[in-house]
Nanobody, 116 residues
Framework: QVQLVESGGGLVQPGGSLRISCAASTTIFSANAMGWYRQAPGKQRELVANITSGGTTNYADSVKGRFTISRDTAKRTVYLQMNSLKPEDTAVYYC??????????WGQGTQVTVSS
């Protein structure tokens, strides 16, 4: 069983920055992809960004140029650096690990609130 633990969420003003982290209980190098999803109240969970085993990154159009996903395989940690935050970025952010066909795993989520 893979465990993912997110941290770093909080309250930030519009235009501010925040970095959230996802620590995995096992090596992440072999995962097909590691990613961040978010879910705002009343909305479906959506992909924010992911990074494949080969290092390719993908971003939702709404965050391109503002968010950066990265990983530290030695620390078994994936990061999401969020800059120029907007109120519409407010959501619970979930870490995801795709180890298909063996399993897909989720963290418990971390709240990010962008408000003045």
């Amino acid at each position: 069983q893979v465990q993912l633990v997110e941290s770093g969420g909080g309250l930030v003003q519009p235009g501010g920055s925040l970095r959230i982290s996802c620590a995995a209980s096992t090596t992440i190098f072999s995962a097909n992809a590691m990613g961040w999803y978010r879910q705002a109240p009343g909305k479906q969970r959506e992909l924010v960004a992911n990074i494949t085993s080969g290092g390719t990154t993908n971003y939702a159009d709404s965050v391109k140029g503002r968010f950066t996903i990265s990983r530290d395989t030695a620390k078994r940690t994936v990061y999401l650096q969020m800059n120029s935050l907007k109120p519409e970025d407010t959501a619970v952010y979930y870490c995801n690990a795709d180890w298909s066909p063996y399993g897909v795993y989720w963290g418990q989520g971390t709240q990010v609130t962008v408000s003045s």
